[in-house]
C-alpha cells in the first residue's frame, strides 16, 4: 500500500469517529500544500503547524527548506501525532487542542500554517485558537489558513476583535475540494 492511500485510510477512519474536527475524508494534496507555504522559507525560522493531520503541509514546509527541527506540529488526533512523530522525528510535536497552542513554546515563530477546519467551529473557538497562535508568532509573522469556502473562514468579528486583518493570496483548482489561502496577520 502507498503512502497516499495510507494517508487517505487515516484520514477517512478519522472522518468517520469525528467528521467536525477532522472536516475532510482525504488529505489536503500537493497544489494546495505548495500554495500554503509559499511564502515561508528558510530565513522564517521556527513555523507552528496547526492540525498538521498526516504531514501533507509538514512535507510542503520541508521542500521549501524549512529545517525539521524548526517545525512545530500541533495536533490533537493522538492516531495523527503518532504517524508524525514517526515521520518528522526532529520536529516538536504537541499532542494537544489548537486552542492551548500559546502554552507551545517560548521563542516566537516567524509563521503558522493551519489545516484546521475553522469554518465548523463556534467563533470563540476560533478566537481561542487565533489569541493563541498570535502570542506565539513574532510581530511581522502571519497564520496562513485554507478554506474550501469562499470567504475567509474566520468571523469578521473574531478579526476585529483581534486587531487582525485577512487577504487572499490564492486558491487552486487541482485540490478536492478546491480550495483558498488567506493570509491573517496584525493589522496595520
Not at 508568532?137 to 486587531?163: I, K, M, N, S, W
Request: charged fraction near 20%; include cysteine; glycine fraction near 10%.
Amino acid at each position: 500500500m502507498t503512502e497516499l492511500t495510507m494517508d487517505s485510510c487515516h484520514f477517512f477512519r478519522a472522518w468517520m469517529r469525528d467528521p467536525l474536527r477532522v472536516a475532510s475524508i482525504t488529505p489536503s494534496g500537493k497544489a494546495l500544500a505548495d500554495l500554503i507555504v509559499r511564502e515561508i522559507g528558510p530565513a522564517t525560522g521556527r513555523v507552528i503547524e496547526l492540525g498538521p493531520g498526516t504531514g501533507v503541509f509538514t512535507r510542503a514546509l520541508l521542500r521549501r527548506g524549512v529545517a525539521e527541527e524548526n517545525i512545530v506540529l500541533v495536533e490533537k488526533g493522538a492516531e495523527f501525532a503518532a504517524l508524525l512523530q514517526q515521520r518528522f522525528p526532529k520536529a516538536r510535536i504537541a499532542c494537544i487542542d489548537a486552542a492551548r497552542v500559546a502554552r507551545v513554546g517560548t521563542e516566537p515563530a516567524g509563521a503558522a500554517i493551519s489545516g484546521l477546519p475553522l469554518l465548523s467551529m463556534r467563533p470563540r473557538k476560533v478566537h481561542a485558537i487565533l489569541a493563541g497562535t498570535f502570542a506565539r508568532l513574532g510581530e511581522d509573522a502571519a497564520l496562513y489558513q485554507f478554506t474550501y469556502g469562499l470567504r475567509c473562514p474566520v468571523p469578521r468579528v473574531v478579526l476585529d476583535r483581534l486587531g487582525l486583518s485577512a487577504v487572499r493570496i490564492g486558491g487552486t483548482f487541482r485540490n478536492v475540494p478546491p480550495a483558498f489561502v488567506y493570509r491573517i496577520s496584525r493589522g496595520r
